[in-house]
């Protein structure tokens, strides 16, 4: 082709045909940036093409892990709600011995921790997206990260730390990793659980920490994750 174009122009000015030989001249130039800027075209859209592949693929994933998220953290909504009604007769000082039967000495053994899964967060934070979605996915995973976690080792601790006061102050702190009912365990191990101001000041501490702050959050978070994962959802099945 290039020869051709070159043939033409100089038989052109072989015969002299100067005002033709500009005009060929032009239109060549003409036809080189058509064809550089068709090339451009091409290759732009072939790397957005590119790159809202690699969204949708990050959606996917965002996708998969909100719904792993949402499902961790109902677990964590359902252990403390199956525990509310006797946090709450400690709180009012309601305590009586079939507490024991209902899990009275284990309000203060174990406290859920999240993992969360931010692969696809962090994947869309490297693209540098700057759309609403992307905006509000991030905030609340910088919120769970910053508020919730933190929330969630200090009722832990608060925990853990019960656990170490009791097993230096009783003998019979070994009994303790047993099921305590009424019919089992020693009298003074239902009497601390049964009397103690200790204990009783330090659950209503927890509860204020779980029902007033944590388990709240908790269904926020939830709330507001399903309807990211439901928009995230409709744009997949748009791109399917």
Not at 55 to 70: F, G, M, Q, V
Not at 149 to 168: F, G, Q
């Amino acid at each position: 082709m290039i020869k051709l174009f070159r043939k033409i122009r100089q038989n052109l000015l072989n015969e002299g045909k100067t005002t033709k030989y500009f005009k060929y001249a032009i239109g060549e130039i003409v036809l080189v940036v058509v064809g550089i800027l068709i090339a451009l075209s091409i290759n732009n859209w072939n790397e957005e093409h590119k790159e809202q592949n690699k969204l949708l693929n990050i959606y996917s994933l965002i996708y998969n892990d909100i719904e792993d998220d949402i499902e961790d953290l109902q677990k964590n909504v359902d252990f403390f709600n199956e525990k509310k009604s006797v946090f709450e007769k400690v709180v009012h000082d309601s305590i009586t011995p079939d507490l024991l039967d209902q899990g009275l000495s284990s309000l203060l053994v174990y406290s859920p921790r999240s993992l969360l899964n931010k692969k696809g967060i962090s994947q869309l934070g490297e693209l540098q997206e700057n759309d609403t979605l992307t905006f509000y996915l991030n905030d609340i995973y910088e919120h769970m990260e910053t508020i919730m976690l933190p929330l969630e080792n200090r009722i832990s601790n608060e925990i853990i730390d019960h656990k170490k006061y009791v097993r230096d102050n009783y003998d019979w702190y070994p009994e303790w990793n047993n099921t305590i009912t009424q019919n089992v365990g020693s009298k003074e191990l239902h009497d601390y659980f049964l009397t103690s101001s200790i204990y009783r000041n330090r659950v209503v501490f927890v509860y204020e920490q779980v029902y007033n702050d944590y388990v709240r959050m908790l269904n926020a978070l939830i709330k507001s994750l399903t309807h990211f994962k439901q928009e995230i959802g409709e744009i997949l099945t748009k791109a399917e």
